[in-house]
């Protein structure tokens, strides 16, 4: 199906790590992304994965893409209350139209 | 600096009644998105233009009407409200950036709320 899985919650102390996972459903899918939103505003890209890459960092951010298994995450060092918010992974299709198929959200509560 | 902006923020209606959501962007973006997200934050494309073209049409009701009059806008215009529209829709915009990569970018939302 064309449904992207992600767990729904996370819940992480402050200065903790936090790793978001999700599975992606196409694997000619040549780029994945991360995003962020936070309560009544858009989503803000946070991040993206090339299909030929293993992780990429970016400062806090670490994407690990395991293309076998469909298995894509995000781990965030030092998790701060900032962080809080949805995340969603994405992936854009290779083929047909092209389009962005969005997984289904993880809620990430960081406690003081 | 807006990038994706989108008006109204947000939008009370009655059922029956026809409403436009307009959205702008100014990134020099080829191809523009609409997508709802609804009040379990699954976000769902519904369709896309490039270039003022129609390219995805997902399975939305024909009371859903795009309209791009020009590669930097893309208008939503609904009819016949119904309660089951309630939803926050969101523009976005893409196109393939000097890395190569493709990269979209999100309007800050219009929550519609039909009652």
């Known amino acids: 199906g064309e449904d992207v899985e992600q767990s729904l919650f996370l819940s992480v102390r402050e200065g903790d790590s936090s790793v978001i996972n999700c599975t992606y459903t196409d694997s000619s899918s040549t780029y994945l992304y991360w995003y962020k939103q936070e309560p009544g505003a858009g989503l803000q890209l946070l991040t993206y994965?090339?299909?030929?890459?293993d992780m990429k960092q970016d400062q806090r951010l670490t994407v690990l893409l395991n293309k076998k298994d469909k298995h894509l995450s995000l781990r965030i060092a030092d998790t701060q209350t900032g962080d809080s918010a949805i995340y969603f992974c994405a992936e854009r299709r290779s083929s047909g139209t092209y389009k962005y198929i969005f997984g289904t959200g993880t809620r990430l509560k960081v406690l003081a | 600096d807006t990038a994706v902006s989108q008006t109204p923020k947000y939008l009370v209606t009655q059922m029956g009644n026809d409403k436009s959501i307009k959205c702008e962007q100014n990134l020099g973006h080829d191809t523009m998105y609409w997508y709802k997200q609804d009040s379990k934050k699954f976000l769902k494309i519904m369709f896309s233009y490039n270039n003022k073209e129609l390219i995805i049409n997902e399975t939305v009701p024909n009371r859903f009407s795009p309209k791009s009059p020009d590669k930097a806008h893309l208008n939503l215009h609904i009819n016949s409200l119904e309660l089951g529209d309630s939803a926050v829709y969101f523009c976005a915009s893409s196109h393939q950036g000097t890395s190569g990569y493709y990269e979209q970018y999100f309007g800050p939302g219009t929550r519609l709320t039909v009652t």
């Open positions: 994965i090339f299909s030929n890459m």
